[in-house]
């Protein structure tokens, strides 16, 4: 009881993220505490409990994605990756509020939010979101790239209004 109160408001933080609703991210959250506890001898001694069950809650989301909305992620693998662009930084002066960067996360499509979530904020690799999602590692490098010039599009366009 005492790792749920500890832990609860992290891991809603987390599903929230992928969710974007309230009462799925709450059943989410129960759910990996339940699989967790399920499963406690398969933690190991050298990792946390928080990690752990982050990444509990972070499958669990996903999996609730693919259930709720059967996404059909576009495997465009075979697409030559374009070359990096080079980063335009946002005028030093006026950077986006943090609340800003939510809403224009929460408007990307779902396939770029998810990949551009484990990414930036998760701190996956491409290759373990490549594993997580069952894609191919190039086609989470395109759509992590895709999803990155849309949000940069999206905050530029509030900087701009």
């Not at 009462?23 to 967790?36: E, L, N, P, T, Y």
Request: charged share 35%; with cysteine; proline share 1%.
């Amino acid at each position: 009881m005492k790792a749920y109160q500890l832990y609860k408001d992290a891991l809603f933080n987390t599903s929230i993220r992928f969710l974007k609703n309230e009462h799925d991210a709450q059943d989410v959250v129960h759910d990996a505490f339940i699989k967790g506890f399920q499963n406690i001898e398969k933690l190991d001694d050298e990792g946390s409990l928080i990690a752990w069950l982050k990444r509990i809650v972070i499958n669990c989301s996903l999996d609730f994605i693919k259930k709720k909305k059967k996404m059909n992620w576009l495997d465009d693998g075979h697409i030559t990756l374009e070359q990096e662009s080079t980063e335009e930084d946002l005028n030093e002066k006026e950077y986006p509020s943090m609340e800003k960067i939510k809403k224009a996360i929460d408007q990307l499509k779902d396939k770029y939010r998810i990949i551009v979530v484990l990414y930036l904020i998760e701190n996956y690799t491409h290759k373990e979101i490549a594993e997580v999602l069952d894609l191919n590692e190039s086609t989470v490098r395109n759509q992590y790239r895709r999803g990155k010039n849309q949000l940069k599009e999206q905050l530029q366009n509030t900087m701009t209004l």
